[in-house]
Nanobody, 115 residues
Framework: QVQLVESGGGLVQPGGSLRLSCAAS????????MSWYRQAPGKERELVAS???????NYADSVKGRFTISRVYAKNTVYLQISSLKPEDTAVYYC?????????WGQGTQVTVSS
């Protein structure tokens, strides 16, 4: 079955950087669009960045220029490089795999930005 395992979250100071990873298994990774979402306490889950099966990327306005999504097909892994972190980036970050009407989620990884 589809499995998405996120890692790389943690506590970081404002202005710092992290790289989140999402290891995918149980499906044809090359055929799926992959995305990162985040959900802050008391807020709805929001799309942060996405990358198509062909490698085309899209970003939320709030993270453009600071976040970079990428995927390594040989490793069935999608990454989110996050830099210039702000306290408002604090959230649980979720990996999503989507193809047509089929979508799956990982368990999430916590990112906390605080001094």
């Amino acid at each position: 079955q589809v499995q998405l395992v996120e890692s790389g979250g943690g506590l970081v100071q404002p202005g710092g950087s992290l790289r989140l990873s999402c290891a995918a298994s149980g499906f044809t990774f090359n055929s799926y669009a992959m995305s990162w979402y985040r959900q802050a306490p008391g807020k709805e889950r929001e799309l942060v960045a996405s990358i198509t099966s062909a490698g085309l990327t899209n970003y939320a306005d709030s993270v453009k220029g600071r976040f970079t999504i990428s995927r390594v097909y040989a490793k069935n892994t999608v990454y989110l490089q996050i830099s210039s972190l702000k306290p408002e980036d604090t959230a649980v970050y979720y990996c999503n795999a989507r193809r047509g009407a089929s979508a799956s989620w990982g368990q999430g990884t916590q990112v906390t930005v605080s001094s």
